[in-house]
């Protein structure tokens, strides 16, 4: 739930020195949880005199507000940064393991490390309740909430990340054709209220 979410943010946060960064899953956003290539991830640390600034064209820059991010010594592009975080996606190429990460900023470089697995499902959630509502779209394409809910036997949008290997190469920070259309490699499996869909 978010006030655990919260918590655990907190104590990353203050395990954090100067000089060394926490990298989560950017989608859970979860302590702990590894990420996938190909996948977002979300730096927290003390970025001294980086404004809060949101990339708005893809494919996703390799430095945005004066910030650079290397996983495992490749460039990684960026959608966001700010004083505490930097939203990026770890390279598609890069090989599972314990990386290094590195954020550069005008006034100094750091470093942590992130753990990489073949596949690292997480959901994006849209706010703070707890527990936090799902980033999910309904059949007809409106937002899923309590007010308009999916209906048995229809089909929904679930916005996650960390699917892992795909069915084509996508150029890290491009987007992806709409066709063809690119698939995961393995067959996911969903579970709604412990059923599996």
């Not at 003390?46 to 809060?52: I, L, T, Y």
């Not at 100094?108 to 309740?129: C, E, M, N, Q, W």
């Amino acid at each position: 739930n978010m006030t655990t979410r919260l918590a655990a943010f907190l104590f990353v946060c203050s395990a954090v020195s100067h000089a060394q960064i926490a990298v989560l899953n950017g989608a859970s956003n979860r302590v702990g949880q590894p990420v996938s290539p190909g996948s977002w991830a979300t730096a927290y640390g003390n970025f001294a005199g980086v404004s809060a600034t949101t990339a708005t064209a893809t494919p996703f820059p390799k430095t945005l507000g004066g910030v650079t991010v290397t996983v495992d010594g490749t460039d990684a592009p960026i959608y966001f940064v700010s004083g505490t975080q930097v939203n990026f996606l770890i390279p598609a190429g890069t090989v599972t393991g314990v990386k290094p990460v590195q954020v550069k900023t005008s006034g100094a470089t750091v470093s942590g490390t992130v753990r990489l697995i073949p596949a690292a499902p997480g959901l994006f959630v849209k706010d703070a309740a707890t527990p936090p509502k799902g980033a999910i779209l309904n059949q007809d394409s409106t937002e899923n909430t309590s007010g308009n809910l999916a209906r048995r036997g229809q089909v929904i949008q679930i916005f996650g990340a960390g699917a892992g290997e795909l069915s084509a190469a996508i150029a890290d920070g491009a987007v992806a054709p709409s066709s063809p259309i690119v698939t995961t490699r393995a067959t996911p499996q969903v579970f709604i209220g412990g059923v599996e869909a």
